[in-house]
């Protein structure tokens, strides 16, 4: 059944989720806050409005069925409040609309230990904590959303290897990484509209080596220098699980961070 969807915030990862969606018939709509952006994504979806957070008004509030909200944190300064005061606006005319949230596994913290749907929020960084009150928002306000915490996004020309190849003294090389390819992120989006279930969703590869053997290897097997790390620091950090997906009966095609392709 089509639905209409909108995409808020339409960029690396809704580029990707609007391409899926008009493939499984839907009619969606994307918004942007860059008029340089038009011509590329025209072709991505079925409408594109110019869009910023700080409007007073958004022309298609009551226009779609499904609100997909993926402007990430450092969008603006006042991020919790625009967002909030938006899904107010939202409400107001669109009571019934079932809203998604590309959240992330910030929210979570850094502390050593596994991490599921119903652990506590530990929010250690300005952003988490911003994203943190969005969701809040998001669980009051509507009667129909989920919410899907994302690990690290890799995919296309995003890899965090490019970053650390040839730097020396990095840290938490023992931690363990939570890493998220970005098709497996748009296919358990997809497959949540068809199997919609209110509810937090974790994002993240089930298999978690630890940092440091990661990327010397990714590196190495593209011929990128050597990552130094920092031998003195023996600080770890969380492990995600995403026991909620897989209850839903969502398959990630990569389990393994090892196998995901990217480009150089």
Known sequence: MM???????IGWLG???????????????GTTSSSAKIDALNTKVDELLIFNLTDNSFNALSFFDIL??????????RYGQLSCSFFEKVLKIN?????????????YGNNASEVNEHSLLEPSSSSANKIVEVEKCIQQYFKNWAIC???GLVGGMRHPVKFLAGRSGVSKPLAPINLLHREDAVGAIVYL???FKLGIY????????????FYNYVAEQNSMQTIGFDKND??????????????????????SPYDFPFEL
């Open 95 to 107: 009571p019934n609309a079932t809203v998604i949230y590309t959240s992330s596994t910030s929210v």
């Open 15 to 29: 580029e990707e989720l609007a391409i899926a969606l008009k493939k499984q018939g839907h009619y969606v709509i």
């Open 234 to 255: 023996n600080s770890k950090d969380k492990i995600v699980t995403c026991n909620a997906i897989k209850k839903r009966g969502f398959e990630f095609k990569y389990t």
């Open 3 to 9: 639905k209409r969807i909108c995409i808020v915030g």
């Open 68 to 77: 997909i909200y993926t402007i990430p944190p450092f969008s603006s300064d």
């Open 149 to 151: 915490r994302l690990g």
């Open 193 to 195: 509209l068809k199997n």
């Open 202 to 213: 974790n994002l993240c590869c089930e298999n978690h080596p630890l940092k440091n053997v």
